[in-house]
């Protein structure tokens, strides 16, 4: 008995080594090869930006990377949309190499990965200095316990956001406003005014937390006003007071900053 138990134990492992080893074959061979990106960047700005755009956004196509877009695709699933098309579609298939395919389902890939995957290159010393410095960003943000609190906490930033959406919340923080953090501007009964941003609300109770970090328990019917100003409490033209290399150097440091170091 124990003789035929060790029998049906190595089959078992072995019928489970075959399957690992089919699992291998269909990944793309040439995943996080940094080569293979950029390589698969420059076909991807030739061949798909024109309906994807550069960065997969969409444009006279549909977006790769919002919503499910890529995610939703294995890797053979790219592979084959890239290699024969989307049937019922405008994207007919790419003659193009294996290799060339890969390359490209290699740099898809890198579109939706978070930063901490891929982080930006610079000088992240100097981007450190920019973010508690005179970057003023540590007085509204907290990394590890340190900074303000009125702006998102951004401990594990890079592990939730893309490269380019740290940018992007950045130039245009206005764009996409982070949950829980929609400005509001309140007259208390007293005719002071107080800006902030609106923590917790219901139809009758507003908690607004202001610059200094006070929690203002609010009831709505005894404020004179209340406003909710379009767009962010975050400063709109860091764009401008930040040089090109300085928002680089700032990319560097945020897309470092994750838990799972
Ligand atoms: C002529 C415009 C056009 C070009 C060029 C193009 N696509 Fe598409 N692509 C589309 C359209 C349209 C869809 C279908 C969207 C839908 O309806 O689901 C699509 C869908 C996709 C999908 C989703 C596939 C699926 O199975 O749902 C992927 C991934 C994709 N394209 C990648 C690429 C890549 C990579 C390239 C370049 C090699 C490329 N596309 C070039 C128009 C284009
Ligand atoms: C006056 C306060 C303030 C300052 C200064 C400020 N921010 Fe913000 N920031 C906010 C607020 C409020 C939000 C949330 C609303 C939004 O998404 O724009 C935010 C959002 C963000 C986000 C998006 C967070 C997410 O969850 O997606 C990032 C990244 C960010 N800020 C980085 C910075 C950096 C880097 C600086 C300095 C160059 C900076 N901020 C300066 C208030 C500020």
Known sequence: MPFAAARFLLIAVFLLAVAEGQNRQVRNPLANDPEAVVAGRGLFVEKCSPCHGPSGEGGHGPSLVEGRGIRRLSDPELYSSVKNGVPGTDMSGFPLSDEQIWQIVAFSRSLIAPAAEQPAPGDIQAGGEIFWGRGGCSSCHSIRGQGGVIGPDLTDIATLRRG???ATSITKPSEAVADGFRAVEVTLPGGKDVKGIAKFENNYTLTLLDRE????????????????????LMPADYGDRLSEKEMQDLLAFLSRQTLRK
Do not use: V, W
């Open 164 to 166: 380019d959406q740290l």
């Open 213 to 232: 970090g006070r929690l203002h328990f609010l009831r709505k019917k005894e404020l004179q006003q209340i406003a909710y100003p379009a767009g962010s």
